[in-house]
Nanobody, 124 residues
């Protein structure tokens, strides 16, 4: 079973940038597709970005396309989320997630493991 720990959250002004990181342990990191989700107060959890096991493929939620970039380093068991041009609506708790390969497709959107989350607040 893999454990995920996020870091890098904080308070930033609108238009600024933050870089989130997630470190995995307890599993073979390169066998998991990795993703980021977020949840704002009173809202459902929302998909942000995902990256395939080798980093070949990426996917982004519509609201972050062109502003966020996901990357991974399998040698360091880390996945990162670079967030640029932040908006107040990007505020929320950001969760790292890992998904095992099951069947066809590199990302099902149904992670098997979750981190505890790191808060991001974007002030206007």
């Amino acid at each position: 079973q893999v454990q995920l720990v996020e870091s890098g959250g904080g308070l930033v002004q609108a238009g600024g940038s933050l870089r989130l990181a997630c470190t995995a342990s307890g599993g073979t990191f390169s066998t998991y597709a990795m993703g980021w989700f977020r949840q704002a107060p009173g809202n459902e959890r929302e998909f942000v970005a995902a990256i395939s096991r080798r980093g070949t493929f990426t996917s982004y939620g519509d609201s972050v396309k062109g502003r966020f970039a996901i990357s991974r380093d399998n040698a360091k068991n880390t996945v990162s989320l670079q967030m640029n041009s932040l908006k107040p609506e990007d505020t929320g708790v950001y969760y790292c997630a890992a998904e095992e390969l099951k069947g066809i497709g590199w990302w099902r959107g149904q992670p098997d493991y979750w981190g505890q989350g790191t808060p991001v607040t974007v002030s206007s």
